[in-house]
């Protein structure tokens, strides 16, 4: 009986309550078993008025039957897990459509735990035992259940194929290799595998590599756009705080002309009204002499006439008539006309700078490989306009400047310079006082026969005419040469032709950071000559180097938000 109960399912002697094993088996009168504490705390959480029953038939009972453990049955069950009743397998224990199946298993087969690539077969938990246990499969090799074990099979010999041909990079066995693939560059399964394997790990190193630069670079977008956040917060704060004191300033300015406005608004009131009761009073007092004299004049006795004449009072002084000059229609008008002036300029400033607060907003750019060259309209480069002057110190003595250091000629004869160590003694050049870095522009109006303008870091050399010292003659300075018939662009003593439309002004932008440096051509249109694309190491700083010195002059312009031409840049 033992025998027949290891087939037995599980479920057979299970509680439908717990779903485990019976404990101290009970019958009820219906015939269903379950374990003695089951039954009775599902009766016991029973409403008190509610009759027992059976939680799997439904039948009640009355009265409340009396437990009394159902010896047999508890005997069996342990009689049963001495004899080793196996637990049915669950659901998900057998192989479905896209599991690998054992091999071995009869009926409804289990899911296969690994294959042998001996064997080429996929085993259960319970069929793969051998291969632990016997010593017969200690060098079969396991792998992770597959469905192409058959695969491994050649197709012309029915043998494993444990070998790989390189020739034809293909698996074939060890028949193959004397057959059709004699003569091939053959080696083992195994061998081709390690080669293989390496292989894969420098590309999953690469990958790897790859994925924590990847993430380095994500840490440090995430971060910038923390950086964007906050600067675009703390902007918006500042500019409302900014914009509020602008109102509260206009409020101010208002309330002061609505305090001054009333205030002589009650001056003159005050004044007119003083004159208005002065004139009441002496109108008051006419009154009563008229009344005097018409009285006396109505005395037909003429002796009390002639008697009383005398005693009239005299007549207080008139209040001059010429003395009450009014402004016809003309009061405080003047004053709407000076607000509204004010208020015309001011809509003229807000009108201008919006357009560079805007422009502000719409240029700002984080990811510097992404971002365009420069502005696209000549306006959006007078935002980054400098004033630049020339430093004296740095002059060649044959340099003249002039307009306040912005500008300078090349004389024939020298100036009268004190010594000094940055200044040029060979070349016919000069530096601007200013470092530059960041984003800048500037303009420089050229007159004469051969100018080139320049940007060059502080170290350039100075003294004498070695390449060292001249713009564009070395690595430390990019200079655009100007004439009347071409421009040339020189770097690190090397020439590049530039064509253009010849202008006589030449706008410069710098992006330090980008490291990029243009020229352009500034007339009727504004006009891309040449662009460098660098890294810049230093601040930079602009230059003048004249070819001749017969009175050619380039002059530092200065800008003027008026003088945009419309347009963008070509």
């Known amino acids: 009986m033992a025998q027949k109960g290891v087939q037995l399912d599980q479920e057979t002697f299970s509680c439908s309550i717990c779903l485990d094993l019976l404990k101290d088996p009970v019958t009820i009168p219906c015939g269903h078993s379950y374990c003695m504490n089951c039954i009775k705390g599902f009766w016991d959480e029973e409403d008190e008025e509610k009759i027992p029953s059976c939680p799997q038939c439904r039948q009640t009972f009355t009265p409340r039957p009396v437990l009394v453990k159902n010896t047999m049955l508890a005997a069996l069950v342990e009689e049963l897990k001495k004899t080793g009743l196996q ?25 296969a735990l690994k294959s042998c690539l001996v064997c080429l077969a996929s085993y259960c938990e319970k069929h793969l035992q051998p291969h632990y246990d016997s010593p017969a499969f200690k060098k079969h090799k396991l792998a992770d259940p597959s469905k192409k074990l058959q695969e491994n099979i050649c197709s012309s010999h029915d043998e494993v194929m444990k070998m790989f041909c390189r020739t034809d990079q293909q698996c074939i066995c060890y028949l193959c290799s004397v057959d059709e693939h004699k003569g091939h560059d053959t080696v083992s399964a195994a061998a081709e595998r390690t080669e293989r394997q390496r292989e894969l790990e420098v590309s999953r190193q690469n ?14 977008l995430q971060q910038e756009v923390e950086a964007i956040n906050g600067s675009a917060d703390k902007a918006v704060e500042d500019s409302q705080k900014i914009f509020t004191e602008l109102i509260r300033l206009m409020e101010e300015r208002r309330s002061d002309v609505e305090r001054q406005l009333r205030s002589q608004q009650e001056t003159e009131v005050r004044r007119v009204k003083e004159l208005e009761e002065k004139l009441e009073q002496e109108i008051t007092e006419l009154k009563r002499k008229d009344a005097e004299l018409k009285q006396l004049s109505h005395t037909e006795d003429h002796s009390q006439f002639l008697h009383n004449y005398p005693s009239l009072s005299p007549l207080s002084g008139s209040t001059d008539s010429s003395a009450i000059k009014i402004r016809p229609l003309s009061y405080f008008e003047d004053v709407t006309a000076a607000v ?22 719409a240029e700002v750019d984080v990811l510097l490989s992404a971002s365009p060259p420069g502005p696209k309209t000549r306006a959006g480069f007078f935002r980054y306009s400098r004033e630049i002057t020339l430093d004296p110190n740095t002059a060649n003595t044959y340099l003249l400047l002039s307009e306040g250091n912005r500008k300078a000629t090349a004389m024939s004869e020298q100036q009268s310079y004190s010594d000094h160590p940055d200044r040029f003694t060979g070349w016919f050049q000069v530096l601007s006082r200013e470092s530059l870095t960041g984003r800048c522009y500037w303009e420089v109006e050229l007159r004469g026969r051969g100018v080139c303008v320049a940007v060059a870091y502080k170290n350039i050399s100075r003294a004498g005419w070695r390449n060292e010292c001249g713009f564009g003659l070395n690595d430390k300075s990019w200079a655009l040469y100007w004439n009347n018939n071409s421009y040339n662009f020189w770097y690190n003593n090397v020439e590049t032709p530039v064509s253009g439309p010849r202008s006589s002004r030449v706008g410069v932008y710098l992006d330090h950071s980008a490291g990029i440096l243009s020229f352009y051509s500034i007339s009727e249109t504004m006009t891309l000559l040449h662009r460098v694309q660098t890294t810049f190491t230093q601040p930079l700083y602009a230059g003048l180097w004249f070819c001749y010195t017969d009175g050619d002059s380039a002059e530092l312009c200065k800008l003027q938000q008026s003088e945009v031409i419309s347009g963008t840049v070509g």
């Open 87 to 111: 637990a049915a397998p669950a659901d998900h224990c057998y192989a479905g459509p896209e599991d690998v199946a054992c091999d071995v298993c009869t009926g409804r087969k289990l899911k």
């Open 340 to 361: 509204s002036a004010v208020r015309d300029k001011l809509q003229d400033v807000l009108t201008e700078e919006w357009t560079n607060i805007s422009l502000t907003v």
């Open 207 to 220: 990958i790897q590599q790859r994925i924590q630069d990847r993430q380095k670079d994500v840490k440090v």
